[in-house]
């Protein structure tokens, strides 16, 4: 481990982790699932049709994700999330003023991920690449913890807030976390490169080309835009996360189907955020050691096996076994989006990193977006979740297969963009 860049570092970890952990991506993908029973019954809108908020909030992300590169290099990083982490409070606590109809959850979920453009997972892994070169795989691994932070943290919760309260307890919490989590370390910490300027206002660019170490990076963008490896990494990603995001959101009403009761299903489902961290960690200490490219395709085929093992799953089925299966799918999902930034960063350097992680996050976010669509009629016309476990189980199968193909990771001042 290279001491130092830890050493200079950790206030810039602990920030992002905490900026991650409270981005709206996160907290509102890892709370559907438990506040899906709660409206239901409060509002009587379907199961179905609850999933569908999912895909308009991936709408308002992949705009996030586009807007966040041009307004980072025009205000700053640090302005920017300092203005985002109240923005998207205040739409979270929208949400509890909702009338009833479906379309005004809809409208919040997508303008939500929207007010926070600056706390995108675009910011958090720029600012961790600008400050960690050595051990970036590490680096980017522990502070996308943060989602698994969440998965683990929330469903219990939220929970413990809506039986104690209704289901505006949670978008209360839901708001309150990045105020009281985020912002005060952002507004003390958050500083775009080790020899970035104080000044808030200082853009990422300008940090990053003081005293960086050199890295592999196309002068053109046009040329990574282009490149067969860019959209490899888009198509085998977008498969991974697609499937991803069905279990995710599905796995609290799927146990709850075999005979689980809402308790028993949300500890079930907690091991999940364990095996995310545990994921992620592991796989961000090998790619700073092996081929990143391997490493992903192990880890993101984990999640095929933990859903032919739901699919199997029964009324009988034994705790452990379900537990089992859930920790399989969170390695993967822990060692998706550190490998993703990893990957661009590694394959593509830092110049233009800002947009082609937009590109790249927009890109798997569309994908998350039209997912639940298919989803919600796959379980009307089957009644079942078995058509989801086939699509996840392929997914998991095809998207590793492809990282395989990405070739040698360029070196430093090289370029393989083919």
């Keep these: 481990m290279n001491n130092n860049e830890f050493a200079r570092g950790w206030r810039i970890l602990l920030l992002a982790l905490a900026g991650a952990a409270t981005t709206a991506s996160v907290t509102m993908l890892y709370s559907l699932g438990t ?26 992300v992949v705009v996030a994700s586009q807007l966040a590169g041009w307004a980072n290099l025009r205000w700053g ?25 479906i379309g005004w959850l809809y409208l919040f979920y997508f303008l939500a991920p929207i007010a926070g453009t600056g706390i995108t997972f675009v910011t958090w892994t720029q600012l961790i690449s600008q400050w960690f070169d050595r051990r970036r795989g590490l680096a980017l691994a522990l502070v996308l913890c943060g989602s698994g932070l969440s998965a683990a943290i929330l469903p219990p919760l939220l929970g413990w807030a809506i039986e104690r309260w209704d289901w505006r307890a949670a978008f209360l919490v839901l708001g309150g976390l990045p105020l009281v989590l985020t912002w005060p370390l952002a507004l003390l910490w958050f500083r775009a490169s080790p020899d970035a300027s104080p000044d808030p206002g200082a853009t990422p660019l300008k940090a990053a080309a003081a005293g960086q170490p050199a890295v592999a990076g196309p002068s053109d963008f046009r040329t990574a835009v282009r ?25 609290v009403p799927l146990l709850r189907d075999i005979g689980l ?28 050691r092996v081929w990143a490219p391997g490493v992903a ?4 085929a984990m999640p095929a096996i933990g859903c032919l093992m739901l699919w199997s799953a029964g009324a009988g089925s034994p705790s452990w076994l379900l537990v089992l299966a859930v ?18 960063s590694r394959y593509f350097g830092l110049e233009h990193y800002g947009r082609l992680f937009g590109i790249h996050l927009g890109l798997i976010t ?3 977006m039209l997912a639940p669509l298919m989803y919600a009629a796959m379980y009307k016309a089957s009644g079942g979740y078995g058509p989801l476990l086939a699509y996840s189980t392929a997914c998991c199968v095809i998207g590793p297969v492809l990282l395989l193909t990405l070739g040698r990771m360029p070196r430093v001042g090289s370029l393989q963009l083919a």
């Design 35 to 60: 506040l899906v029973l709660p409206l239901q019954k409060a509002f009587g809108w379907s199961r179905p049709d609850l999933q569908i908020a999912i895909s308009f909030m991936s709408g308002g």
């Design 297 to 300: 395709a192990v880890a993101l």
């Design 327 to 344: 920790c399989l799918v969170g390695v993967g999902t822990g060692a998706e989006f550190d490998m993703s930034a990893y990957l661009v």
């Design 77 to 101: 990083l640090r302005r920017m999330a300092l203005f985002s982490l109240v923005a998207l409070a205040l739409a979270l606590f929208a949400i509890t003023l909702i009338p009833n109809a």
């Design 366 to 368: 569309a994908g998350s």
């Design 227 to 251: 490149s067969r490896r860019f959209w490899t990494l888009n198509v085998a990603l977008t498969l991974v996360v697609s499937a991803i995001v069905g279990m995710v959101t599905n796995t």
């Design 261 to 288: 009761s809402a308790t028993e299903a949300g500890s079930v489902f907690g091991s999940f955020g364990i095996a995310l961290i545990a994921g992620r960690v592991i796989a961000g200490w090998l790619i700073d």
